[in-house]
């Protein structure tokens, strides 16, 4: 059976589209060998969370991830052939009990990192699966504990000149320049980059798909 799998036609092997164009993302799952494609979703997430917001109350962090995760599911299995299977990620970082998401301008990643280093926070991600064409929709979060080092002054400085942090939440990114700045996690690194495959061959098992039909 597994020699069956491994050399299965790729045109008869189901298909995961990403909705995202995180780099990180696609990275995570071509190391892991897994047979993807990549159409980004064009939700608007300030409206997402405004609309939650306006029929349930206040989103905490790990709500939030799982929302918009689902979202950027829905809006581009809305546009997939009929049985693909759309992946939506998103995350969020949640530091002294209150949620950040995408800093966007230096100003307000340069805050953050004043706020960030010698302290710890918590990534939330959330994962979303959806069969195109009505089908099976699930979604899981998990948590993962960052812990920062001591960052100086002119080290902020320079970590916001380079402009990898304005579009990651929570200013940071564990697999780029940030790195140097991150002194442990508790919890899955690959949340953190903000795609777990472990997580991701859970919800293919709750589609009845096995993980290694998707090995490139």
Known sequence: MSEQILNQDPAQAPRLLLASASPGRRRVLTDAGIRFDTQVSSVDEDAVLAAAEA????????????????????????????????????????????????????????????????????????????????????????????????VGDAEIEAYVASGEPLPCAGAFTIDGLASAFIESIEGNYQSVVGLDVSMLRRLLAEHGVAITELWA
């Not at 349930?56 to 929302?67: I, K, M, N, S, V």
């Not at 809305?78 to 230096?106: M, N, R, W």
């Not at 302290?119 to 064409?133: N, P, Q, T």
Request: charged content about 15%; overall charge positive; glycine content about 14%.
């Open 55 to 150: 029929q349930h109350g206040p989103q905490d962090a790990a709500a939030t991830a799982l929302l918009l995760a689902k979202a950027k599911a829905e809006a581009v299995a809305a546009q997939a052939p009929a049985g693909t299977l759309v992946l939506g990620c998103d995350s969020v970082f949640e530091i002294d009990g209150v949620a950040y998401g995408k800093p966007h301008t230096a100003d307000v990643a340069r805050q953050r990192w004043q706020q960030l280093r010698g302290s710890a926070g918590v990534l939330h991600s959330g994962h979303w699966l959806i069969a195109a064409g009505g089908g099976r929709s699930v979604g899981l979060g998990s948590a993962t504990v960052v812990h920062f080092a001591q």
